[in-house]
């Protein structure tokens, strides 16, 4: 061990003569290298995985300082292994990032690995933060909280708002039951999304969220000079084809099955399990060699579609407005497309991109801070290259038009692909490129040309690769080429780990990837800030409805829901000669025609919506894998499906409005697609990739294959007022879905009758005090519990007349959402009698925000809480008039989460008594019915009138014993003869109106 540590220090020592000159600190991950290329660390795709497998154990977190000074972070921290033996305590490390002020660090950690042969763990990777990572500091790592548990998180950045944006494969909805998700292409596990958490939030419940719902991942999100969120993200939307392999056996009788695929019924845990025959596959079109599925009628004339592309995508840092960067389309990126009809003559295979310099993928892409707009990145093979090939850059700040955007090779074009026969321009294959604030750029680099196999032993393999970090030069024959390695001679380690079964060794230099620049940069401005708005066309439309945008909003929201509101179907990209483009509205007369090209018209009726379910199984029905694929269903959301205008077409879709426009109300945080249909339902134009909204969103879109500047026609995108969003709003404003008076939009509880204003706590202690923690800091006999009152059936009731409790303090406590609410109100009531006029005690409300803020928001003792006279004996409450209910405005805690507390200060008084606590929104316009008449059984509840409540005269109205019945009318209650309200109901009448 001692030689280890000496060989170590001579490499520091040799490596500081030699040190290049580097404007900033320089954060990069060390890992022992892994030849195997498939599933691993470093991959493109499937590298979330923590396995000692996909990420051999023994790398560390490192500094390169200005001075050239190395320094092991996580040992300096006390994590990881200083041994040969790696065990318990190994780790391996991933993702640096660094915060806006440069002076602490996210990044992703595995800890532990078998100690013995044999031992069988599951490892996840999870976001830790490092500070004190100066040169002459001592660095401390903390576990960053609310972050999935039991999940792969991964990538993470800090956000504008101090969130963290990560990856993450903690599946959708949070259903584990759904885990691992399983790609469109292999079949094997990846990352769910982009999710984002709020580490100061109170819980992982209240501080969680899925931005993307990606079916076959997103990767390496990074936030641009501009506040938009960057990453890369696989489009593989075609169908699932472990399944055609295993149809096509069993339709030749082969008796092979390879992959055990089959389908569930649908996303429950308990749903049952059928055979993939029939293929019940609907969308897209069938791949290249089911000629049993393109034979039918419905795929006549069809070509089969293979779908690939790992395209660069933006969108708000909340998730909403969701493209590729800037709108660039696969004619921009070069990747080859066959025409989607063979018998229209007007529809061409796109061969030629339009770029001189196509990029075909782009991963690990940074904005350079030097030029803002201008994205590094790599393009890289899928497999063999550890996700390594050809530094690429691509121009296109905000607002460019796709047209205008530009891309370009930084590394010679041969490097974007490993070969065994590289020529002289071959410089190697890169990875992680990381522009500096310099201008000069670092990269990962590799110089093996070939793809990566163990050149070593099976038990101590070698890789052919030599990741270091180098700073990219001329190389003289127009590009750039990587240079010395800034660690000099690098770091070596020897290393020993349990596979779990076979003991694997390495001894030499380690991988450097993931440099990362340590530097202060400047916040930009986030562009969802207060985003309470859309076009001032669409804007129009819910002013003419009678719509509040902002009530709107709020409604979709609280049901996961989203709009998507398309200008003008029939307008196309004047490069896509691939589907139908001569484009008019069936039985109307908008069309959108080429004039190039003006025969062949094709008549669309519906927008069709296909919703991405996780309903496909492998391995077979009696010995399924975990985890399920996703595959396109058509839409059928019950709750977006209930708020949606009917439809002439089939399933999941929405008419063409005589304008050409389409709107429907769709799931929100779902992957979705869609495809235009004609009177038949048959697809002319279909959507090639996923897309996924944001609860709330409400995503307006020139055309749904959109245009980048002109469309078929020459012209530029559509202006017009959708009228389809009208037909929408119209139509969703007339729901009342529960019978209750109420409509949906101003309904919180739109399958509940009883209510409809948020209530997050509506507190009767019927479970006694479950609901709540129920702190005793001196573990004394005196503290909360419940008691029975002939009142309230059950109410939280503590003694401070058992012992001489003066100034102890006893509290009730537990967390509230507000996150979707405006406005709202805290109300309880209350019941307490002094002993004395020395001897009495002190009530308290806090209001304390996950942050540790503190608000006291009510505070009464002795006669001022009093609602009964003093008394010697134990208070009870003898009736209701000895309960008081108090009223608390919560608006300062709208939209946010906080802790409530009720505390007790005793004084050696009496019995305190709490019950009925409800905090529910105010100001909900229109709050409620303007009037509401009464009669039958009433069941429980809280009923609302804007101006008068009545009984019908003569007439059975009952409230049953035990039954608590709130009636709020805004001028008047009135109770006419054949009213009743049984001995032991809790009925109460309010003047003040709706939520008072």
Request: charge should be negative; include cysteine.
């Amino acid at each position: 061990m001692k030689k280890y540590v000496i060989i170590i220090i001579l490499c520091f020592a040799a490596f500081l003569s030699i040190a290049q000159t580097l404007p900033n600190p320089i954060i990069f991950c060390t890992q022992v290298p892994q030849p195997t290329d498939f599933g691993t660390s470093l991959q493109t795709f499937g590298n979330h995985q923590a396995s000692v497998y996909s990420a051999p154990r023994g790398g560390d977190l490192y500094i390169r300082y200005t001075d050239g000074s190395l320094k092991n972070l996580t040992e300096a921290a006390g994590y990881g292994e200083n041994t040969v033996q790696q065990g318990a305590a190994s780790i391996a490390v991933r993702d640096p990032s660094v915060h806006w002020s440069g002076t602490k660090v996210l990044f992703s950690m595995a800890i532990g690995s078998a100690s013995a042969r044999y031992q069988v763990q599951n490892y996840t990777w999870k976001i830790y933060e490092i500070t004190g990572i100066g040169q002459n500091e001592t660095p401390v790592i903390t576990l960053v909280p609310n972050q999935p548990v039991g999940y792969n998180n991964i990538q993470p950045i800090y956000g504008t708002d101090e969130r963290i944006i990560f990856t993450s494969d903690m599946p959708r909805g949070g259903m584990a039951h759904l885990y691992p998700q399983h790609d469109e292409y292999e079949s094997s596990p990846i990352v769910s999304g982009i999710w984002r958490l709020d580490p100061i939030a109170c819980s992982i419940a209240s501080g969680l969220e899925m931005l993307t719902h990606s079916p076959s991942g997103d990767f390496t999100p990074s936030i641009d000079n501009a506040g938009r969120l960057i990453f890369t993200r696989w489009d593989h939307m075609q169908r699932d084809q472990q399944a055609d392999a295993d149809i096509e056996n069993i339709l030749g009788n082969t008796g092979n099955y390879l992959y055990g695929t089959f389908n569930y019924s649908d996303e429950t845990a308990a749903a049952s399990k059928s055979s993939i025959l029939p293929d019940n596959e609907i969308y897209p079109e069938p791949r290249p060699g089911r000629n049993d599925l393109l034979s039918l009628p419905q795929w006549a004339n069809t070509n089969p579609l293979n779908f690939n592309v790992f395209n660069p995508w933006m969108m708000n840092e909340d998730g909403t407005e969701m493209e590729i960067l800037n709108h660039l389309g696969r004619h921009d990126m070069g990747n080859y497309m066959t025409q989607n009809f063979t018998n229209d003559p007007n529809l061409h295979d796109f061969y030629v991109p339009i770029s001189p310099t196509p990029i075909r993928a782009m991963f690990h892409i940074q904005e350079s801070p030097v030029t803002p707009g201008v994205y590094y990145g790599i393009e890289a093979p899928e497999f063999g290259t550890h996700g390594s090939g050809m530094v690429v850059k691509v121009n296109a700040p905000p607002g460019m038009h796709p047209e205008q955007v530009t891309s370009s090779y930084v590394t010679h074009p041969e490097t974007r692909n490993a070969t065994d026969n590289p020529s002289l321009n071959h410089s190697g294959l890169y990875r992680n490129p990381m522009p500096l604030s310099d201008g000069q750029v670092l990269v990962a680099h590799s110089y093996s040309t070939q793809e990566d196999q163990n050149i070593g032993t099976s038990n101590a393999p070698v890789s052919k690769y030599d990741y270091r970090i180098r700073l990219l030069e001329s190389a003289g024959n127009g590009y750039l080429k990587a240079n010395t390695a800034i660690t000099g001679a690098g770091i070596s380690k020897s290393v020993s780990w349990w596979s779990p079964d076979e003991l694997y060794t390495y001894n030499g230099l380690l991988w450097e990837v993931y440099p990362v620049e340590v530097k202060v940069r400047q916040k930009p401005i986030n562009p969802t800030i207060n985003l309470e708005s859309v076009a001032q066309s669409e804007q129009s439309l819910f002013t003419n409805a009678g719509v509040n945008l902002h009530d709107f909003r709020k409604f979709l929201s609280r049901n996961n829901l989203s709009v998507l509101a398309i200008r003008d179907v029939t307008s196309r990209d004047d490069q896509d000669t691939q589907q139908p483009f001569n484009l008019r509205v069936d039985g109307g007369s908008h069309q959108t025609i080429n004039p190039a090209h003006p025969n062949g018209i094709y008549d669309v009726k519906h927008l069709q919506f296909l919703q991405n379910d996780q309903i496909r199984g492998i391995g077979g029905i009696n010995t399924p894998k975990a985890g399920r694929r996703g595959i396109a269903r058509f839409l059928h959301d019950p709750t977006a499906m209930t708020y949606n205008p009917p439809s002439t077409g089939a399933q999941g879709s929405a008419n063409v409005h005589p304008d050409g426009s389409v709107a429907m109300i769709v799931p929100a945080k779902r992957a979705l697609t869609w495809q235009l249909t004609d009177a038949n339902n048959k697809g002319i134009v279909r959507e090639r990739l996923w897309l996924s909204t944001r609860p709330g969103e409400i995503r307006t879109c020139t055309s749904c294959h959109g245009e980048s500047t002109l469309n078929q026609a020459g012209l530029t995108s559509p202006t017009n007022a959708p009228q389809a969003l009208t037909t929408l709003l119209n139509y969703v404003k007339t729901i009342d879905s529960d019978a209750d008076g109420i409509k949906d939009i101003y309904d919180a509880f739109p399958n509940d009758p009883a209510k409809h204003i948020a209530e997050p706590v509506n507190e009767k202690f019927i479970s006694n005090l479950s609901n709540f923690l129920n702190q005793n800091p001196d573990n004394d006999a005196i503290t909360w519990t419940t008691q029975s009152t002939t009142c309230n059936a059950n109410s939280a009731m503590i003694n401070n007349r058992a012992a001489d409790n003066t100034g102890k303090i006893d509290r009730l406590k537990r967390f509230v959402d507000l996150s979707n609410m405006d406005y709202a109100k805290l109300s309880f009531d209350v019941a307490y009698a002094r002993y004395d006029a020395s001897k009495f005690d002190r009530f308290k409300v806090y209001a304390i925000l996950c942050d540790g803020t503190q608000q006291l928001i009510y505070d009464k003792a002795g006669s001022a809480l009093a609602t009964a006279p003093d008394q010697t004996t134990l208070f009870t409450p003898i009736d209701c008039n000895q309960w008081r209910k108090e009223v608390i405005d919560l608006n300062a805690f709208a939209g946010k989460t906080f802790e409530l507390v009720f505390e007790d200060i005793g004084g050696w008084g009496n019995r305190l008594f709490l019950d009925n606590i409800l905090i529910q929104e105010i100001d909900i316009s229109p709050p409620c019915p303007n009037t509401q008449t009464f009669s039958g059984n009433l069941v429980a509840g809280q009923y609302n009138a804007a101006t008068t409540i009545t009984t019908q005269n003569g007439v059975q109205t009952k409230v049953f014993s035990g039954t608590n019945v709130t009636f709020n009318g805004g001028n008047s209650v009135t109770l006419q003869a054949g009213f009743e309200a049984e001995n032991g109901c809790g009925f109460k009448a309010y003047i003040g109106g709706c939520g008072y």
